[in-house]
């Protein structure tokens, strides 16, 4: 705490279930900060518990933003994600949240590429949902795959419909993109970087807690409206609670899948950061 500045914008990334929250909410109250979200999945209304989203003390208690504030049936983007951050950068800020795309759209800017035709996003859905996504990483351009999460089927699916609707790679968009809103030289960016043993045991630790306080409630509510190819429906351990009030496995089989879930989600994030966030200060913690 006593190393991070006062004054300039704080950037704290890290995988999930790290500790980024607790140390955003430690830095608002020491300097009077807004905290800004940076977690594409915390900005749904329908998740709170299962996206750990701050408590609803926690929000009454320090000025929050960008959280729970988009409807499950609405578009959303990371252009949106800026636009709206953009709006909140007049005031002392810590941007906390798991979301590298959010990060780097921030501190290198972002390319307005144009909307996506419906008929090149439902082939690319198409392709996706009947295991056609290795072709997808294929097609893509060498600039492009090497800027792209190629594990992530929908960050592999959106690269490969902005060359197939525009004629360019998403990584020739970016290069000619808008100017950041922070640069780098211009805020604190730590990235926590947690041991793998000790994330692994609290992610078990923290799914285990939300399972007690609500989780399985927030599935049930949206188990009407399911449908899995949705951005919204891509929390973490929302499909294997859904599987579960379907009766299709059991609700401890559904606690293990998601647990190994989160932890598949917390490398992926871990090799995005090393990846794209390497001049950004790195924190070990146990």
């Given amino acids: ?104 759209a921030l501190t290198e800017g972002l390319a307005e590429v144009p909307p996506i035709p419906a008929e090149v996003r439902a082939e690319a859905d198409a392709m996706r949902l009947s295991g056609q996504v290795e072709a997808m990483r294929a097609g893509l351009d060498p600039a492009t795959a090497a800027r792209t999460d190629l594990l992530n089927p929908m960050r592999v699916q959106r690269a490969w419909e902005v060359l ?53 409630d927030e599935a049930r509510a949206v188990l009407p409206h399911w449908q899995p190819e949705r951005p919204w429906a891509r929390a973490i351990g929302a499909p294997e609670l859904v599987a579960h009030l379907r009766a299709e496995m059991t609700l401890e089989q559904a606690r293990v899948a998601a647990i190994l879930a989160s932890r598949q989600y917390a490398k992926r994030q871990r090799t995005w950061f090393r990846n794209r966030m390497k001049e950004w200060q790195w924190r070990d913690l146990p």
């Fill in 1 to 104: 705490m006593k190393e991070i500045s006062r004054e300039r914008p704080v950037l704290i990334a890290g995988p999930t279930a790290s500790g980024k929250s607790g140390l955003a909410m430690e830095l608002a109250a020491r300097d009077g900060r807004v905290i800004i979200n940076a977690d594409a999945l915390q900005v749904y209304a329908c998740w709170r518990v299962l996206t750990a989203r701050p408590s609803l003390e926690e929000e009454a208690a320090l000025p929050h933003a960008l959280y729970g504030h988009v409807g499950r049936d609405e578009d959303y983007s990371v252009g949106a994600w800026l636009r709206q951050a953009a709006g909140l950068l007049d005031r002392k800020v810590v941007i906390v949240g798991g979301t590298g795309l959010y990060f780097s």
């Fill in 164 to 216: 197939r609707a525009t004629g360019r790679g998403l990584a020739d968009w970016q290069a000619a993109g808008a100017p950041p809103l922070l640069p780098l030289d211009r805020v604190e960016a730590l990235v926590l970087r947690p041991s793998v043993p000790w994330l692994d045991a609290r992610i078990a630790r923290r799914f285990s807690v939300m399972l007690e306080t609500g989780a399985l």
